[in-house]
């Protein structure tokens, strides 16, 4: 198994003054067994913030999170080697915040056995503090705002069974019956998790994910519950310095 980097240099500014947080990123081959279906991007990032205990932090963070401890305890570059030999066909990532102190970033992989599947995981951290974030570090949650996600969750919830139904009475598509109730089911259950867990930040706003991936047989029907605001809108914690437009 082949590894090498490519160097990504990214700047910000912090409490006033220049700490450069640098991405580098691991390139990997992938699967063997699968090779035929490995596609050119197998890209894993790794943080360099310019301090050692917080790029251990930071990174064995991402790494256990995203192999789910399979790996815990051995070293980042040689536990995303390792992972990326276990039928894994693509990985790549995309950085959509860092500034103030504060990296926003997804992680989509592929990996294949009996089928393929497809995934998305969301990162966010203080690369002053090296610890991850919840939306509840950015974003104050009073009754009212956590109503009013609720609402909009609902909304879109409800669009999307009004969608479902319009393909189940479209003959040509081909939903049966059973398909049908059991996509409705799988929303319903969606739905009923109020998590503020997967979001992403970006430099005007922020998005808040209801995470929906139906069962592979019915996949194809999963919704996309995203819920977006813009940081004018919302109240900020205290010592939080996004830039607002």
Same mark, same amino acid.
Do not use: I
């Given at each position: 198994m082949k590894a090498w980097f490519i160097f990504l240099l990214v700047f910000t500014h912090i409490g006033g003054t220049c700490q450069t947080v640098r991405i580098d990123t691991l390139h990997l081959i992938?699967?063997?067994?699968?090779?035929?279906?490995?596609?050119?991007?197998?890209?894993?990032?790794i943080i360099r913030t310019g301090n050692e205990e917080l790029d251990s932090l930071l990174n064995t963070d991402i790494k256990d999170r995203f192999t789910y401890e399979s790996f815990k305890g051995l070293p980042v570059e040689t536990s995303i080697v390792e992972w990326s030999k276990e039928q894994i066909t693509f990985t790549d990532f995309?950085? !959509? #915040?860092n500034a103030n102190g504060i990296l926003s970033f997804t992680i989509n992989a592929e990996g294949c056995g009996a089928y393929c599947t497809q995934?998305?995981?969301?990162?966010?951290?203080s690369t002053v503090k090296g610890v991850a974030l919840r939306l509840t570090d950015v974003i104050e949650i009073s009754p009212e705002f956590a109503q009013e996600?609720?609402?909009?969750?609902?909304?879109?919830?409800?669009?999307?069974?009004?969608?479902?139904?319009?393909?189940?009475?479209?003959?040509?598509?081909?939903?049966?019956?059973? !398909? #049908?109730?059991?996509?409705?089911?799988?929303?319903?259950?969606?739905?009923?998790?109020i998590e503020y867990d997967e979001f992403v930040l970006y430099p005007n706003h922020f998005e808040l994910i209801t995470p929906c991936t139906l069962p592979h047989a019915i996949r194809n029907l999963s919704p996309s519950i995203h819920l977006s605001y813009?940081?004018?809108?919302?109240?900020?914690?205290?010592g939080i310095m996004i830039k607002r437009k």
């Open positions: 992938g699967s063997q067994e699968y090779n035929f279906l490995v596609r050119d991007k197998l890209y894993y990032p995309k950085v !959509s #915040y995934w998305t995981d969301y990162f966010n951290y996600l609720q609402e909009n969750r609902k909304n879109q919830f409800d669009k999307a069974r009004s969608d479902l139904t319009e393909l189940f009475a479209d003959t040509s598509f081909g939903l049966d019956t059973m !398909s #049908y109730h059991w996509a409705m089911e799988q929303y319903d259950n969606c739905e009923t998790r813009p940081y004018a809108d919302v109240t900020l914690q205290k």
